[in-house]
């Protein structure tokens, strides 16, 4: 059993299962095969997103408990939906430990906790205690402030008294409280010594912690689900929901976080015997000639689509706008006194080793103290060997090329490791010993927060080609390489979904659909940002640029929003401010930037957005149709089906209208039934017409959706263009709509098929011959797809 789609739906306490229950007919009538929610079980009091679980044995309370989930399903089965649900196994949420039964024991128990053994934890640091990075100063500091308060009295869940420290709550160990409350520093001392923990001044975290994380995220501590008596506890309560039929599939956050992923899989896949499974996975080079391969032998039906998102995005970039924008980049920075841009690599090798050698300490000495014998300079050689690995990780013995390559090219930069490298490689190189393992799961993180999290807000010269799961060295992609990949997609993981937004994109479909038109007009855009950078400039060149994009792709905005990314992605540059020591000074001038859009340039942005807009919208109905005609599972994220300018969370996690929706939709249905078409235009109902009739297209008539074969269109315009048959249903899409139009539109352009009664779902018409104008057939909207009669 697999969706036709999905819809994305991100429950939160303002947005529950009830509430999701209340959408589950205006999913129905939009056409959507499965709902898709975000993780529901308990997670730590006011998360918005629910990665933070801090109980897996119940539904969240605050997003409707168990019995709104049993609401929802039968709501959704009502309206004949299947039901999709994300879950975390890489990790658990422990920013409040009071809330997680499991590490609040271990906290309280230490190594004889029931718990010790489901986190991934160095027992062997610290003298056994886990390391707490929660003072805002060292610790004699805070001790001789009074800022810690030891008390006797037993607490909920704490027998033996607890530890104070401002709205932080500990458990003190078993026969370790002092006689009466204190918060004299030697006694607290003494009480801190026998504790199953350890606090830290936070500073210290990055180079001291004593468990496994997610990413740089201290709050989010790592599980050992390769322990099947862990496996079995922590997925018990998702298991009982396959089991009784209430989900019919899983979507798994992470797996490279994990030890074995591949392991992980085949032992869920006889757990739920054998339910539809995605996973969350980055496959580098998605686009070019030799992209990653998602591992063959695992138990999924393939990733969540960030490939599939890359592919697209970059059909519809013009590559005769790669060399204006780069030089227009390199103008940028050296009007601000900055160095020349360096190749991408060389730029995310750098950002990667800063990763490697910052927040990512921790975990490379875990590596450096796991080896069998001490290797000389073992933790410079491991953050050089982590800044050079190609992909995300490896899974050994599969792999071994990456871990090579990687060995290569850091001997290659930094010949004084060469030794310490080759001593390192034959450890690295054996899956059976633990630093081997422990490399693989720290090539993910490092390659996330360099690359992602930093690399992605310093190379800035075209936005649409910095997103989750995209190489923005990759510019373009030409429409065989968009076949090219589309069938393999079909021929390799049919099942696998695909995406244009999710609550991890750094910007919304519509705001890269924008955006991409800045390839056709690079000239122009040049001009424009000179104008802005005149009126309003953070005196760093590339950062302007990627503001003023983020402006004119999200128009319009509020300017809390616009205040909120930008804060956000200067310091996740890194080089104006950053997260640990924001600059006051910078983060000024970012902010006037904001404001200035909203005052003095107001007028210059209004009118270039006006210049650009329908190109983008050209490009967004384009986007939407390839994605939901292609092969794969389209996902709908939550609101997507009107114009999606969101940018980076939590701005993509904001509330949706659904009665507005639910309105449109139905006046939209009974136009059309009128012969009434609606325009392009900034109230989204043409998206919204395409996205349905899509969705229902599929949903009605899977046997139109059976294989892909590129189609030929010839021309003078043919390479304006994509078309592709899937069985039956039969996509037109257009690209470079600027040029489309400076060359006089589509002349004598032609789609060639085979002849035979179709209709457009979008427009009504009928379409009968083998030869199909697309000056007819494009007339209405920028995308048409046919589909054989029924009967026929």
């Not at 210290?204 to 994380?213: S, T």
């Not at 085949?266 to 339910?275: I, S």
């Not at 490689?425 to 059976?432: G, I, K, S, T």
């Not at 957005?609 to 939407?624: C, F, P, Q």
Request: proline content about 6%; aromatic content about 8%; charged content about 25%.
């Amino acid at each position: 059993m697999h969706p036709s789609s999905t819809y994305r739906l991100q429950i939160t306490k303002d947005f529950d299962l009830d509430a999701a229950a209340g959408v589950t007919g205006y999913l129905r009538d939009l056409g959507v095969g499965w709902a898709y929610l975000s993780p529901i079980l308990r997670s730590t009091e006011g998360s918005n997103h629910g990665y933070d679980v801090v109980d897996p044995s119940q539904v969240d309370p605050a997003r409707g408990g168990p019995d709104a989930l049993e609401r929802f399903v039968d709501a959704a089965r009502r309206a004949r939906l299947g039901i999709l649900v994300d879950i975390v196994p890489n990790h658990m949420g422990v920013g409040e430990p009071a809330q997680n039964p499991w590490w609040w024991d271990v906290l309280l128990r230490g190594r004889g906790s029931r718990y010790a053994r489901a986190f991934d934890v160095d027992w062997d640091l610290s003298d056994g205690r886990i390391t707490v990075p929660i003072l805002g100063r060292e610790l004699d500091d805070a001790l001789a402030a009074g800022e810690l308060a030891a008390d006797p009295a037993p607490a909920a869940q704490a027998p033996f008294g607890t530890l104070r420290y401002y709205e932080h709550v500990l458990p003190l160990a078993e026969g370790s409280a002092p006689a009466e409350p204190t918060t004299d520093a030697a006694a607290v001392r003494e009480v801190l010594a026998r504790q199953h923990w350890e606090l830290l001044f936070w500073r210290r975290q990055a180079g001291e912690l004593g468990y496994r994380r997610f990413f740089a995220t201290t709050t989010l501590a790592g599980l050992r689900v390769e322990d099947q008596a862990v496996f079995d506890e922590s997925h018990a309560e998702i298991l009982r929901w396959v089991r009784e039929g209430l989900v019919d599939g899983l979507r798994i956050d992470h797996p490279d976080g994990l030890l074995d992923p591949g392991g992980y899989l085949e032992r869920l896949a006889d757990a739920t015997d054998g339910a539809y499974v995605l996973v969350e996975k980055i496959l580098e080079h998605s686009g070019t000639d030799l992209p990653e391969a998602l591992p063959a032998w695992w138990e999924t039906d393939g990733t969540t689509g960030y490939d599939a998102m890359a592919v697209i995005d970059r059909v519809l970039v013009d590559p005769a706008g790669e060399a204006e924008l780069d030089a227009l980049d390199a103008a940028l920075r050296a009007d601000t006194g900055l160095p020349a841009p360096v190749p991408y690599p060389e730029l995310i090798h750098d950002t990667k080793r800063m990763i490697a050698d910052t927040i990512q300490v921790s975990e490379i000495r875990r590596i450096a103290r796991s080896l069998p014998a001490p290797v000389e300079d073992a933790e410079d050689a491991l953050a050089e060997l982590l800044a050079c690995f190609p992909v995300y990780r490896s899974y050994l013995p599969a792999g071994r090329e990456h871990l090579d390559a990687a060995a290569a090219e850091a001997s290659r930069r930094r010949p004084d490791l060469a030794a310490a490298i080759a001593g390192l490689l034959p450890v690295l190189a054996d899956p059976a010993l633990e630093a081997a393992r422990r490399f693989q799961q720290t090539t993910g993180p490092v390659m996330a927060k360099g690359v992602e999290d930093t690399a992605f807000y310093r190379q800035t010269r075209l936005g649409t080609l910095t997103e989750v799961g995209g190489d923005p060295g990759v510019f373009s992609v030409s429409v065989d390489g968009f076949h090219r990949a589309s069938a393999a997609r079909q021929a390799s993981w049919p099942l696998a979904m695909t995406a244009l937004s999710t609550h991890d994109t750094k910007r919304g479909e519509d705001v890269r659909a924008r955006l991409s038109v800045l390839s056709e007009v690079p000239e122009r855009w040049a001009e424009v940002l000179e104008r802005l950078r005149g009126i309003a400039s953070t005196g760093h060149g590339p950062f302007d640029s990627l503001m003023w994009q983020a402006i004119v792709g999200a128009w319009p905005a509020t300017p809390d929003r616009l205040h909120a990314y930008a804060e956000k992605a200067a310091r996740e540059a890194g080089e104006g401010t950053g997260w640990w020591d924001p600059d006051p000074h910078f983060e000024g001038r970012v902010h006037d930037l904001v404001d200035a859009a909203f005052g003095r340039a107001v007028a210059m942005v209004n009118e270039f957005v006006g210049e650009i807009r329908r190109y983008g919208w050209s490009n967004a109905l384009s986007a939407k149709l390839l994605q939901l005609a292609g092969p794969g599972v389209p996902d709908v994220y939550q609101g997507s089906e009107l114009w999606e300018t969101s940018l980076v969370d939590p701005d993509n996690r904001r509330p949706v209208d659904y009665d507005a929706r639910r309105v449109l939709l139905a006046e939209l249905d009974a136009a059309v039934s009128r012969g009434e078409l609606p325009t392009i235009d900034k109230h989204g109902a043409a998206k919204l017409l395409v996205t349905s009739r899509a969705l229902r297209l599929r949903r009605d008539r899977p046997d139109l959706f059976t294989r892909y074969t590129p189609m030929t269109v010839v021309g003078e315009a043919s390479s304006h263009a994509i078309a592709f048959d899937r069985g039956g249903a039969l996509a037109v899409a257009t690209r470079l709509p600027v040029s489309l139009e400076r060359r006089g539109g589509w002349g004598d352009t032609t789609l060639l098929r085979h002849s035979g009664p179709t209709v457009d779902v979008f427009t009504g018409r009928r379409f009968e011959g083998g030869e199909v104008p697309l000056a007819d057939l494009l007339s209405i909207y920028p995308v048409a797809l046919l589909a054989t009669e029924e009967g026929a």
